[in-house]
């Protein structure tokens, strides 16, 4: 049961940090954050 929490906490942190990535490739290229964007909202 730990193990599956921090699991939990890992995938969160990985999605938070990526979402922070793309917000800054966002920031940077319109182009590649619109990609990314649809590339993980599909």
């Known amino acids: 049961m730990l ?3 921090l699991f939990h ?3 969160v942190m990985s999605v938070f ?3 922070i990535t ?3 490739i966002c920031t940077t290229q ?3 954050c ?3 964007y649809i ?3 599909v």
């Open 34 to 36: 619109i990609y990314i």
């Open 39 to 41: 590339h993980t909202h």
């Open 17 to 19: 940090f990526y979402i």
């Open 9 to 11: 906490s890992y995938v």
């Open 3 to 5: 193990n599956l929490f």
């Open 30 to 32: 319109n182009s590649v």
């Open 22 to 24: 793309s917000l800054h």
